[in-house]
């Protein structure tokens, strides 16, 4: 089992950037592909990035694709979703979570999820 813990979220203007974090423990890191979801409230749980194993490839949701960017660092097992050029639509609770490599698909299949990170994006 994989636990995990974002931070970074917060309140923003539209035009700003924000960069999210997600700490690993209890399992080796390099087993998992890495996600990142949202829930707007009112809304239901959406798919925003993704991140192999490796790192090596990567896969965004078209409503954030050129704004966002998500990355991993394996030796400290930690993922990073950038945001860049936030927007009001952007508000909600981020979640990141983990998915067994092989198993599922880019965006299901995730098995662990952190207690989410509420970013607001004021307009």
């Known amino acids: 089992q994989v636990q995990l813990v974002e931070s970074g979220g917060g309140l923003v203007q539209a035009g700003d950037s924000l960069r999210l974090s997600c700490a690993a423990s209890g399992d080796t890191f390099s087993r998992y592909a890495m996600g990142w979801f949202r829930q707007a409230p009112g809304k239901e749980r959406e798919f925003v990035a993704a991140i192999s194993w490796s790192g090596s490839s990567t896969y965004y949701a078209d409503s954030v694709k050129g704004r966002f960017t998500i990355s991993r660092d394996n030796a400290k097992n930690t993922v990073a979703l950038q945001m860049n050029s936030l927007k009001p639509e952007d508000t909600a609770v981020y979640y990141c979570?983990?998915?067994?490599w092989g198993k599922g698909s880019w965006i299901n299949g995730y098995d662990y999820w952190g207690q989410g990170t509420q970013v607001t994006v004021s307009s």
């Open positions: 979570a983990a998915r067994t």
